[in-house]
């Protein structure tokens, strides 16, 4: 069975930086897309970052520069590396497995709170 | 702003048909395939449609996805209340580099 859970959420200040992880089971992560998809307070869905298969990884505007997103392949889980963290970043963010190689997300993990407040 | 254009909601009764539709440009919805999503309060998003028209596996044949030149829509028949979410397009932009989302549409089934 497929399962994805993420860990790592919590406050921190504006400016300071968290670690998300996300752990897979019943499949490999680095055999798949991986992504990190967030929404914050009342709005809608938000894509964040992907990390191909073959290591290639992209970012929306919003956080390049700040946000960074790899894999550890031996501990077959995916991580999101946030810096320089403000108060529009508060969001659940979710980690999710596309095996179409195309958007196509179809295992989530449940979500893990980030919030930016002093 | 979105990427993708939805309406932000629409309506119908139960057992009647709803479409949803996502509007992008020539760099998304144009050349890349749309996937669609189905998102409850408190719960993470299911995925209805992926490479525009194709169901996973244990999504009822009461959902379907088209694309016709930059716009995509999504379909529900047989409307029941537990259909009532939130219901978000996607797709890649190749000029972003990107992933993007629509705004998401509230369906109400009354």
């Known amino acids: 069975e497929v399962q994805l859970v993420e860990s790592g959420g919590g406050l921190v200040q504006p400016g300071g930086s968290l670690r998300l992880s996300c752990a897979a089971s019943?499949?490999?992560?680095?055999?798949?897309?991986m992504t990190w998809v967030r929404q914050a307070p009342g709005t809608g869905l938000e894509w964040v970052s992907v990390i191909y298969n073959d290591g290639r990884t992209y970012y929306a505007d919003s956080v390049k520069g700040r946000f960074t997103i790899s894999r550890d392949n031996s501990k077959n889980t995916l991580h999101l590396q946030m810096n320089s963290l403000r108060a529009e970043d508060t969001s659940v963010y979710y980690c999710?497995?596309?095996?179409?190689?195309?958007?196509?997300?179809?295992?989530w993990g449940q979500g893990t709170l980030v919030t930016v407040s002093s | 702003q979105s990427v993708l254009t939805q309406p932000p909601s629409v309506s119908a009764a139960p057992g009647q048909r709803v479409s949803i539709s996502c509007s992008g440009s020539?760099?998304?919805?144009?050349?890349?395939?749309v996937s669609w999503y189905q998102h409850l309060p408190g719960a993470a998003p299911k995925l209805l449609i992926y490479d525009n028209n194709k169901r996973p596996s244990g999504i009822p044949d009461r959902f379907s996805g088209s694309k016709s030149g930059a716009s995509a829509t999504l379909g529900i028949t047989g409307l029941q209340t537990g259909d009532e979410a939130d219901y978000y397009c996607?797709?890649?932009?190749?000029?972003?580099?990107?992933?993007?989302f629509g705004g998401g549409t509230k369906l109400a089934v009354l």
């Open positions: 999710a497995r596309d095996p179409f190689y195309s958007t196509g997300l179809l295992n």
């Open positions: 020539g760099s998304n919805v144009a050349i890349n395939y």
């Open positions: 019943g499949f490999t992560v680095s055999s798949n897309y």
């Open positions: 996607a797709t890649w932009d190749t000029s972003l580099s990107a992933g993007v």
